[in-house]
Nanobody, 127 residues
């Protein structure tokens, strides 16, 4: 059974930084693409960043490009989201997700490519 546990959320002032972590267990982490999504109050869940299983290729939503960095440490079964220059509009619950097909990197931005999700961690950016 796959478990994804996010941590690192919190309250930060605009312009500040946070690093989210997602610890995965239950299956071989290194052969699955991973992603981060977020959901703000009253809005649909949206893609933030994704990273492939093989080359570590990354893909970002335009709204976070240049400010957020996704990375993975396969030895620690963990994926990270480094966030800098945070804005109030980044306020949301952030979810870690793992794709469902091993040794494949489906569309990193498509929610339907992800089979397992964490419980989420709240990020609040004050102005």
């Amino acid at each position: 059974q796959v478990q994804l546990v996010e941590s690192g959320g919190g309250l930060v002032q605009a312009g500040g930084s946070l690093r989210l972590s997602c610890a995965a267990s239950g299956r071989t982490f290194s052969i699955y693409a991973m992603g981060w999504f977020r959901q703000a109050p009253g809005k649909e869940r949206e893609f933030v960043a994704g990273i492939s299983w093989s080359t570590g290729s990354t893909y970002y939503a335009d709204s976070v490009k240049g400010r957020f960095t996704i990375s993975r440490d396969n030895a620690k079964n963990t994926v990270y989201l480094q966030m800098i220059s945070l804005k109030p509009e980044d306020t949301a619950v952030y979810y870690c997700a793992q794709q469902g097909r091993p040794l494949k990197s489906g569309s990193l931005s498509s929610q339907s490519a992800y089979s397992d999700w964490g419980q989420g961690t709240q990020v609040t950016v004050s102005s």
